[in-house]
């Protein structure tokens, strides 16, 4: 037996086999398999979800993986990456400087403070309206 029918993939995929062809293939052979089970392989991954959902008569599957990028990524590839990460990061900034003027504004008007004599925004209104 070679040292590549001794790999962990390969012999895994040669037990599902008969023994009669599992001795059928050369060592080249088993190279080009194990380089198409390995391009097929995703590794371990920090979130790895993945399931089944029936709807009706059909059954779909989902899959939601996340981990370290450890790719070499394209030109194309690492502008997307760069413009999806600024994206995400105003979202983020947006909302929290929007809960905070929130939070701001919701203290101000519990202290009775008005910053507009006879107007009023309703936020206040609102807010003691969710908890009566």
């Known amino acids: 037996m070679s ?17 009669n062809i599992q001795s059928t293939f050369t060592d080249e052979q088993l ?8 391009a097929r392989q995703w590794g371990n991954h920090t ?8 709807f009706f008569k059909f059954r779909y599957y989902y899959v939601f993986l996340a981990g370290r990028n450890r790719r070499e990524l394209s030109l194309k ?6 413009l999806a990460q600024a994206i995400i990061l105003s979202s983020v900034a947006t909302l929290i400087i929007l809960l905070t003027l929130l939070v701001l504004y919701l203290m101000k008007s519990a202290l009775g403070i008005n910053i507009f004599n006879g107007y009023s925004f309703g936020v206040w209104s609102w807010f003691k309206g969710l908890f009566n």
């Not at 190279?31 to 390995?38: F, S």
């Not at 590839?77 to 760069?82: F, G, P, T, V, Y």
């Open 31 to 38: 190279t080009y398999l194990k380089i198409a089970i390995g």
């Open 3 to 19: 040292n590549l029918q001794q790999d962990p993939a390969i012999r895994s995929l040669l037990e599902r086999m008969p023994k």
């Open 47 to 54: 979130v790895d979800c993945r399931g089944v959902v029936k």
């Open 77 to 82: 590839e690492q502008r997307i990456a760069r």
